[in-house]
């Protein structure tokens, strides 16, 4: 099994451009998170679907964050404008969840490392 | 409320040594737990979980870690250090909260350092 696949692993832009962080899930999984890790705050949960749903999205730092997820394989994460306090490593997870939160194992990709200059 | 707590922040140990990494959790309800790692520039791997059943779960590489309810702990140990094993470790718990939906909440981590 390929495992969770993230692109680009490495961006590097400038302030105020758009950012699309890309995932594909582990086939047949049907929830996918969307976290966030930096050394100040550590691993943050951003938001997470529950079979192409979004249920939780409590966590999205505001609204320059969206995210979505147009089929069960795919979903992108979305920065726009950038600013450099966006800079962390963005990671997308998937499992066999529910929609109360029970979410089983994750399945972690490589992460995407962004730098916001 | 749900809470994990990693009571060190960085373990340092030399090869052929045990390993002790600590956590502590706060749950209203039965909560299933679980250890990951993440090793440098990758994503976390799941080591081991405990989900009501036996209370030793041994997970891949050597490592374990025993649920104990009465100290509300899920300490994560290996009996001997490889070079391999230096990493970065999560504790997790997962649970139903009091207002009945699940969370999921992650440790700070503890860095583990193994010297030659």
């Known amino acids: 099994d390929a495992g969770v696949i993230q692109s680009p692993r490495h961006e590097v832009t400038e302030m105020g451009q758009e950012v699309t962080l890309r995932c594909k899930p582990i086939?047949?999984?049907?929830?996918l998170f969307w976290y966030r890790q930096t050394m100040m705050r550590g691993l943050e949960l951003l938001i997470y679907?529950?079979?192409?749903?979004?249920?939780?999205d409590s966590g999205m730092p505001e609204d320059r964050f969206s995210a979505k997820m147009p089929n069960a394989s795919f979903s992108t994460l979305k920065i726009q404008p950038s600013e450099p306090r966006d800079s962390a490593v963005y990671f997308c997870?998937?499992?066999?969840?529910?929609?109360?939160?029970?979410?089983?194992?994750?399945?972690f990709g490589e992460g995407s490392r962004l730098t916001v200059l | 409320a749900q809470s994990v707590t990693q009571l060190d922040s960085h373990v340092s140990v030399s090869e052929g040594t045990p390993v002790l990494l600590r956590c502590n959790y706060s749950s209203s309800y039965s909560p299933s737990l679980f250890w990951y790692v993440q090793h440098p520039n990758k994503g976390l791997q799941l080591l081991l979980k405990?989900?009501?059943?036996?209370?030793l779960v041994k997970g891949i590489n050597g490592f374990e870690a025993e649920f104990k309810k009465s100290e509300t702990s899920f300490h994560l140990t290996k009996p001997s250090a490889h070079m391999s094993d230096a990493a970065e470790y999560f504790c997790v718990v997962s649970g139903r909260g009091n207002t009945g939906g699940f969370k999921t909440i992650f440790g700070a981590g503890t860095r583990l350092f193994v010297k030659a």
């Open positions: 405990y989900t009501s059943a036996a209370t």
């Open positions: 997870a998937s499992s066999f969840g529910d929609s109360g939160g029970n979410t089983g194992e994750l399945f």
């Open positions: 679907f529950n079979n192409n749903v979004p249920i939780d």
């Open positions: 086939s047949g999984h049907n929830s």
